[in-house]
């Protein structure tokens, strides 16, 4: 440090011997000594028409700080080669494979791995229909729990990209587990096969709870556009797991050789959006939206904003929350186990193919019409989401579902209403959805979209709850004798 006196005398007020007093005590007081911020603010006090400083660490730390503040108040940059809206593409993609994984290999896990003889007891069987419900159950609870947790340890402004990546690792370790347990013959093991299968969707869901709930939360803060990609890769999840399920099978006839190919296909797409999320951070149209959230004074204590913030968008959330009860209380359970009645296809497709991959593509295009229009608004949201609830809510019940069982007479059995309804169902979702993440920032401050959307996420998974219990009384509804 370098004191340059510009004038021989010194202030009129203090004497050069007090002025070395004052000052050795101000070093001996710092922790730091010369590093401390407040050691150079508060030694250059009494002199500071008279005496110049040279800048110690701080100050260029500061000045660099002052120079990215700038950087960030300006134009934002372009995302060249669109690379981080591919990236967000890929890290949607990831955040639903676990979950579409199980779900699209519901014969493997029903017809293969569970599959019942005269000798099976009631419990076997029991876990065997029901299967996709408790998939449902297992997958949501801790999805729910975690994206609750997640939102109340995280900064009031920014999400953790550390836990996406901690998030993903866990996921491909489980997944791996879960190639193992296909090589293996569990024929006599049926009910521990079924609880470890069980534990291994508790533990990969709540990691890609974690993992979405983040993803939300940076893709909020990003243009709209950007939030759109994020929804759009988690709905080509269920594209791609449904074509390498379809492909899988054609290939091999082999159930083992079949489930092989197709969790091997999810872990592949996992672990390339593991080695993209370190990109993604760095690419400058990423660094100026954070940085510009950074830059901002907290308004407010971490502990009570999110409550706060869901008054502001409770009405987003009840929509979002109805919206997934009605397609998961339907899909996968119900709809899986429609069975055709007269289009001329081999049953092993039926369900891959207009129910997985119909409902599945569909999906993937509600997120075209984002492009255009947003509708209906945040206010009349409600009227839309009431109307698909009353239509598509009995819907699948009342067409051929569970023929072999069913004492509730089957009123709207038919191939091509089961096909065009699956189709709306996929379609709707998304839109709907969409609109959703879009509403959410309109309706906040800033500095709370991050924290907003993440709250938004945790109702799709209170939906995807809601809707996983209430599949489990279908099958008791139709076969019960009215």
Known sequence: MIIRLESSSLIPSITMAEFEVQTNNKISSQTN?????DYCKELYVPSIDNIKDEPCVDDVRSFQ???????????????????????????????????NMFINAQSYFQDYKLMTTSNSTDMERHYQSSFMSYVTICSMIPSVLLSVINVFITNSKMASPMRMIVAKLVMLILLAVTIALATVDTSEYVVTFFIVTM??????????????????????????????????????????????????????????????LYFSSTIFIVAIALITNKIFHRLPLYVHCTNKIKIK??????????????????????????????????????????????????DVYWTPIFCFL??????????????????????????????????????????????????????????????????????????LINNYYIYTPSLLDEDDVAVGGMIVNIFMFLGMLSGGLLSMFTHP??????
Request: with cysteine; glycine share 4%; net charge positive.
């Open 33 to 37: 000594s010369v590093f401390s911020s």
């Open 65 to 99: 700080y002052k120079d990215s503040v700038a950087s960030c108040t300006g134009e934002p940059p372009k995302d060249k080669w669109q690379a981080l809206l591919i990236i967000l593409l890929i890290q949607g993609l990831a955040t639903t494979l676990p979950w």
């Open 199 to 260: 534990v291994i969707i508790v533990f990969t869901n709540g990691a890609s709870a974690i993992y979405t709930n983040c993803l939300f939360g940076i893709g909020s803060i990003l243009p709209r556009r950007f939030i759109t990609a994020v929804i759009s890769g988690t709905n080509m999840a269920g594209v791609l797991t449904s074509i390498s399920s379809i492909v899988s099978i054609a290939i091999s006839s082999n159930a083992t050789t079949s489930a092989l």
């Open 297 to 346: 004074p907290e308004k407010q204590s971490p502990r009570s904003q999110p409550w706060k913030i869901f008054k502001k968008i409770w009405t987003v959330c009840f929509n979002m929350w109805l919206t997934v009860v009605v397609t998961i209380m339907n899909f996968p359970n119900v709809a899986s186990q429609v069975k055709r009645i007269s289009i001329p296809i081999d």
């Open 358 to 431: 119909n409902y599945n593509i569909f999906n993937v295009m509600g997120s075209v019409p984002i492009k255009w229009t947003v509708w209906p608004g945040p206010k009349r949201m409600w009227i839309v989401v009431l109307i698909r609830t009353l239509i598509l809510g009995p819907f699948f019940i009342l067409n051929n579902y569970l023929p072999e069982e069913r004492v509730l007479p089957a009123y709207l059995a038919n191939d091509y209403a089961f096909i065009f309804a699956v189709s709306i169902l996929g379609l709707t979702n998304t839109y």
């Open 477 to 482: 509804l139709i076969t019960y004798a009215w």
